[in-house]
């Protein structure tokens, strides 16, 4: 069968590149195709040699068949999950006897021979990397050798023990070759079963977990370090440790209480250099947990160096450090820190510097101790904008109560001194009925308007002080309407105003509320819109009920509109608020307390509705009110008296209902 396309030309590419390429069968043996000039080179034998004596993988690797069963898995491995490619690092035997490393770049490709897929190999000679890494296992096998505590190495999975010092030999009184590959639970404490240490789920591969252990073996006690690591493969813990009778021993003990004294202490500890201001030389567990890093984030991130700091603050505080390094001095400030989240801390950090006489180690330095004070600022500031806010309430309150006495002071002064005035005049003119009368008509007004302003300034008080109650009854919403509009005749016939009522699908006009308190609502949004509404105007009440709650609750919803001078959209958002009156030089004569709005709110809000306006200015306003009402109606009306109320219009010519 002729050769793909594709596979010709990848043919054609192994034999152009600089690295060692071969092509296979994967079958039993792997039987071998060819391979490039490099690949020969490689081996060390010719290309004739090489075809004679090895027609697959496993003659050629017969001395060395476990490298011969890595290629195998890894090709069975990548198969078994639909994947094209693979990667192994093995050793490459050569003519004279010797091998090479090298890592194998294998792709599988779609040709078959008799069914078996055939795959290419590129190999790269990583000998130098393997012979570095050996000599730095050597290495690093020698430093443990030399380190002056234990140290043994013990496979996680099988408790084999894979390495231990010179050291720990001594202390166990016994050499590598007996211990080597043995259960490290036998060998370090005579057990005839894994120990908890090697079962715990505390080890972990960034840090140590230390803890002590009595050996009953050896009777004495260690301090121990554990940490899980990859020893040649193996998924491993290395222990570290210390007997009691050593000084390094007594040296961790008081390191330990050290930080069991320091975990005693609110806020983190750290220890900074003095001969640069950013290198942190230690810190403890508290200091990492409020920047938010773990020990290898802030090593290999921060560099060990304080670069959490706010940006903004670097100057004050490294100007703070060498003030108190003249002067040895502690000092208490505030710095604000970039935790790895990218949140930002405010820390309370008291510092205090130690010269290297001082130190143990002859570096100049400060000691730092940080607590978080975050929330308790972030709270200050809440409660600092709350009194700012509460005080320019205050303000705004009192100087809206100030011009509310001064208004009152003219808007009580005038018609108290009408009927001072009518008094007197009705006195002297007892003997003329017409003059008494028309005195007797004036008093009455400006005594129903006192009363009307000392009723509104009653009302807010018992709001505000939460005396005012409900006083639910049965009210008829015909009559309601009937009495608010015979109220407003007089008003709305001395502006010549247009008044409508229009009546939507009201299905119950009998409810059980407060009948006095709706009333109230209705002739303070009336007004209000008479008050402000030129003469000719026309002023609306729209009436409304809506789909019913339950078997006994329904809404309904009034709408007062007029064609008025309207409100700005920077007053409207004020006008519930007591003693409040827009400025408009239009209404500095109309008189008022600035609490008709504010006391309907919350007679509205009382009955469980809501109160929505709407006004453009120079257009006129819009109040919609919604109240939830129980039904006295025990079924639907069928002659309405709402439905059949005619037009209410009052303008030049009285028309009467």
Not at 80 to 104: A, E, Y
Request: aromatic share 10%; with cysteine; glycine share 6%.
């Amino acid at each position: 069968m002729e050769m793909p396309f594709i596979e010709k030309e990848y043919d054609m590419f192994i034999e152009t590149i600089e690295n060692s390429a071969n092509k296979c069968i994967f079958d039993t043996d792997i039987t071998f195709l060819y391979g490039n000039i490099n690949f020969y080179q490689s081996t060390g034998y010719t290309k004739e040699e090489y075809s004679s004596l090895f027609p697959n993988l496993r003659q050629y690797y017969r001395n060395h068949t476990d490298e011969f069963y890595k290629i195998r898995d890894s090709l069975t491995h990548a198969l078994s999950r639909g994947k094209k490619g693979f990667s192994l690092d093995c050793r490459l035997p050569v003519k004279n006897g010797g091998f090479i490393w090298i890592r194998i770049t294998g792709t599988i490709t779609k040709e078959t021979v008799d069914g078996h897929p055939v795959f290419y190999m590129i190999n790269s000679d990583i000998s130098d990397l393997v012979r570095l890494k050996d000599e730095k296992t050597e290495y690093f096998e020698w430093l443990m050798d030399e380190y002056i505590g234990n140290i043994y190495i013990s496979d996680m999975d099988t408790y084999e023990l894979l390495f231990i010092n010179r050291t720990g030999t001594e202390t166990m009184n016994t050499t590598c070759e007996e211990v080597i590959g043995r259960p490290c639970y036998e060998v370090i404490q005579g057990r005839t079963s894994p120990c908890p240490f090697c079962t715990n789920d505390r080890l972990r591969t960034d840090e140590f977990y230390e803890w002590e252990f009595f050996n009953p073996v050896l009777n004495r006690t260690f301090m121990i370090k554990n940490r899980q690591i990859n020893w040649y493969g193996h998924k491993s813990r290395i222990e570290l440790s210390y007997d009691m009778y050593s000084s390094e021993f007594k040296l961790a003990k008081k390191e330990r209480e050290r930080e069991i004294l320091l975990r005693t202490l609110p806020g983190g500890f750290a220890r900074l250099d003095a001969r640069d201001y950013r290198t942190i030389l230690w810190y403890d567990a508290d200091f990492l947990r409020m920047i938010g890093y773990t020990k290898e984030q802030f090593e290999k991130e921060l560099h060990s160096t304080c670069e959490y700091l706010h940006p903004d603050d670097l100057k004050r505080i490294e100007h703070m450090l060498k003030e108190i390094e003249g002067t040895e001095q502690s000092i208490i400030m505030e710095a604000r820190i970039i935790t790895r989240s990218g949140e930002t801390k405010i820390l309370t950090v008291t510092l205090c510097y130690a010269n290297g006489e001082d130190s143990w180690d002859g570096i100049p330095s400060f000691y730092t101790v940080g607590i978080d004070v975050t929330k308790d600022r972030r709270e200050q500031a809440r409660q600092q904008t709350a009194l700012e806010e509460a005080y320019m309430a205050a303000r705004i309150a009192n100087s809206a109560k100030t011009k509310f006495l001064s208004s009152m002071s003219h808007d009580t002064r005038t018609p108290l001194n009408a009927i001072i005035g009518m008094t007197a005049i009705a006195r002297a003119n007892l003997i003329a009925p017409e003059k008494v009368n028309d005195c007797l008509n004036k008093i009455n007004t400006s005594s129903q308007y006192l009363l009307s302003l000392i009723n509104e300034i009653l009302d807010m008080s018992q709001i505000e002080s939460g005396k005012i109650d409900l006083h639910p009854e049965e009210i008829s919403l015909p009559n309601l309407i009937q009495n608010v509009s015979d109220m407003c005749r007089s008003l709305l016939e001395e502006k010549h105003l247009e008044f409508e009522v229009y009546v939507g699908k009201v299905l119950h006009e009998k409810i059980i509320t407060d009948g006095d308190r709706l009333h109230q609502v209705f002739m303070n949004l009336l007004s209000n819109g008479i008050k402000y509404t030129p003469p000719g105007g026309t002023i609306s009440l729209s009436i409304n009920e809506y789909q019913p709650f339950s078997q006994n609750q329904a809404q309904y919803e009034f709408i007062v509109t007029d064609n008025g001078i309207g409100m700005t959209s920077e007053y409207i958002p004020h006008i519930f608020e007591p003693f409040s009156r827009a400025e408009d030089s239009r209404i500095s004569k109309v008189p008022g307390t600035g609490l008709g709005m504010s006391i309907t709110e919350n007679i509205v809000k009382m009955m469980g509705g809501s109160i929505e306006v709407k006004s453009e200015l120079g257009k006129g306003s819009k109040f919609t009110v919604s109240i939830p009402f129980h039904l006295a109606d025990k079924e639907e009306s069928v002659n309405h008296e709402l439905a059949g109320l005619p037009v209410l219009i009052i303008e030049d010519e009285q028309k009467n209902l």
